[in-house]
């Protein structure tokens, strides 16, 4: 199906225009494996990476639904009420979301709002009084409004779960779960992740029904775009060493990431003496200054972007030519999607990560996961202190998940 064309899937001819309006013209693998499923009604566990197409994968259905259950049974959304919930990790992905909701839905008459804390909830208590057909919202603030009573889910027929794996990361699963038990049972439930740890397969097992499952391998392809070096180098040199890079022109739009909100405030401070225009972005800055310096970031007039790994996924930003891993991950698949930021569209880019004898046991994962080597510049490692005393993990044996109600009714599959 690799010639396969967005009408070939389906699609309705208003949103078919709305995709040649954003000169989209040929679907992504995900896109053409889940898009048919989604028309269908099926329940889906979608395991998938950024930048895969899967927001629209996940979108272009749930407008087309939305929309032929207005036009054939008149359902609208009552006061206070959504017919479709969009829940993200971050305040970044919920409004990339809803631009794509937007974009996606410009020739249908549907109604969309974005919830999130960090910005005045008044605004947001306004869109919701009259109803809305899609609502996106991080699982904190949409918790708060519904307590408030200004949310009704009762009458909620779809569910997305976006970025699930984040979710555990950040302690929101509780949310998610307390979130989805105020919908009714007999919904079409969506759940996307980039990873499947345990407690993102219980959750699945959990909320989903019967569902049809969408894999697709992790971004290989992106990897192998990518220049990948790393500097072995002390904790202390790192800061002189990024302010070296930085002197390269070619180094146009970076993205450099550190493990915690203080390094990254630190490491943009002494950048900004360095007279290197920076900026960092993380979970404590308010809403409005994170939407200003990611504008900035993507309009050109700020050339270095300092961020935790809030910016490692769902961030859209074209034309970055580098991003700087200042502190590894603790994770590997995160190195994964912090690299993604590059080599976006086709284009190629640069990932520089710094290591130090402490960073050693991350970088062998990292390596591990990606089945290369990174590129050595300067001098070679220094022994691993972990190597000797390293044991090999001990694996937990898998329990059963238990089994759900039955709905009382099914969509149909489509006709061979």
Not at 36 to 58: N, R
Not at 348 to 357: E, K, L, Q, T, Y
Not at 364 to 369: H, M, P
């Amino acid at each position: 199906m690799t010639d396969s064309t967005f009408a070939k899937l389906g699609l309705a001819e208003r949103l078919l225009r709305a995709l040649k309006d954003a000169r989209y013209d040929t679907p992504t693998p995900i896109q053409r494996r889940a898009i048919p499923l989604l028309l269908d009604g099926y329940d889906l566990l979608g395991i998938a990476q950024t930048g895969t197409g899967k927001t629209a994968a996940f979108t272009l259905p749930l407008l087309q639904n939305l929309d032929a259950d207005t036009a054939e049974e008149g359902i609208e959304a009552g006061p206070r009420e959504t017919r479709a919930l969009i829940l993200a990790p971050t305040r970044e992905l919920a409004l990339q979301i809803s631009e794509s909701v937007e974009t996606y839905g410009r020739h249908l008459s549907l109604r969309q709002a974005v919830i999130m804390g960090g910005v005045s909830q008044r605004p947001q208590i306004e869109a919701l009084r009259r109803g809305v057909d899609i609502l996106v919202a991080t699982p904190g603030r949409l918790l708060d409004l519904v307590d408030q009573r200004h949310v009704d889910l009762s009458e909620c027929d779809y569910l997305i779960i976006d970025e699930a794996d984040r979710m555990l990361d950040m302690g929101f699963i509780r949310d998610v779960r307390k979130i989805a038990a105020m919908l009714p049972e007999e919904r079409q439930t969506l759940l996307f992740s980039a990873t499947m740890p345990a407690e993102i397969a219980k959750l699945a097992r959990e909320i989903l029904y019967e569902p049809e499952r969408v894999e697709i391998a992790a971004k290989s392809v992106a990897v192998e775009r990518i220049e990948q070096h790393v500097h072995h180098i002390s904790r202390a040199a790192k800061c002189d060493r990024l302010i070296e890079l930085l002197a390269a022109p070619e180094l146009s739009k970076v993205i450099v990431f550190t493990r915690t909100k203080r390094g990254a405030d630190r490491v943009a401070r002494q950048l900004a003496k360095a007279r290197i225009g920076a900026e960092a972005l993380h979970g404590n800055k308010s809403q409005n200054a994170r939407q200003r310096t990611l504008d900035r970031f993507r309009s050109g007039r700020l050339r270095v972007l300092v961020a935790t790994d809030i910016a490692a996924r769902g961030l859209d930003v074209d034309d970055v030519t580098h991003v700087v891993n200042y502190d590894l991950p603790n994770e590997p698949e995160c190195y994964v999607h912090r690299i993604g930021r590059t080599a976006r569209a086709g284009a190629a880019g640069s990932a520089i990560s710094f290591c130090g004898r402490d960073e050693l046991p991350h970088l062998r994962a990292i390596e591990r996961l990606i089945k290369r080597s990174l590129t050595v510049v300067g001098e070679a490692p220094p022994a691993d202190p972990a190597a000797k005393t390293r044991k090999p993990a001990r694996r937990r044996p898998s329990s059963g998940g238990r089994k759900r109600r039955r709905r009382s009714r099914r969509p149909q599959r489509r006709a061979a």
